[in-house]
């Protein structure tokens, strides 16, 4: 189970933190991918970081600006976001497959989603 927070509404060029706590005694066997919706688009991967090695992955319109983490301890992935614009508003997903990231939403697990509303 997955649960995502950390949403909210800020300026443009503000930051977020979401987290993505997760259950089970297996998750750092688990990769993590952070996904996002606006209205009327269809979902599209933002960020993703695999089991073991924790290699990241951005998509090219939040790179330099996002950064995904994980903390195996606490059972949470993180993914900071900074210099925000009204573009990245949506409501972001985390979602976890087994070991590897994949761009696609073939993912096994999902969370609830969270809004992230940037402002002008």
Do not use: H
């Amino acid at each position: 189970q997955l649960q995502a927070s950390g949403g909210g509404l800020v300026q443009a060029g503000g930051s977020l933190r979401l987290s993505c706590a997760a259950s089970g005694r297996t998750f750092s066997s688990y990769a993590i991918g952070w996904f996002r919706q606006a209205p009327g688009k269809e979902r599209e991967f933002v960020a993703g970081i695999s089991a073991y090695s924790g290699s990241t992955y951005y998509a090219d319109f939040v790179k330099g600006r996002f950064t995904i983490s994980r903390s195996n301890a606490e059972n949470t992935v993180y993914l900071q976001m900074n210099n925000l614009k009204p573009e990245d508003t949506a409501v972001y997903y985390c979602a976890a497959r087994w070991n590897t990231v994949v761009v696609s939403s073939a993912y096994n697990y999902w969370g609830q989603g969270t809004q992230v509303t940037v402002s002008s």
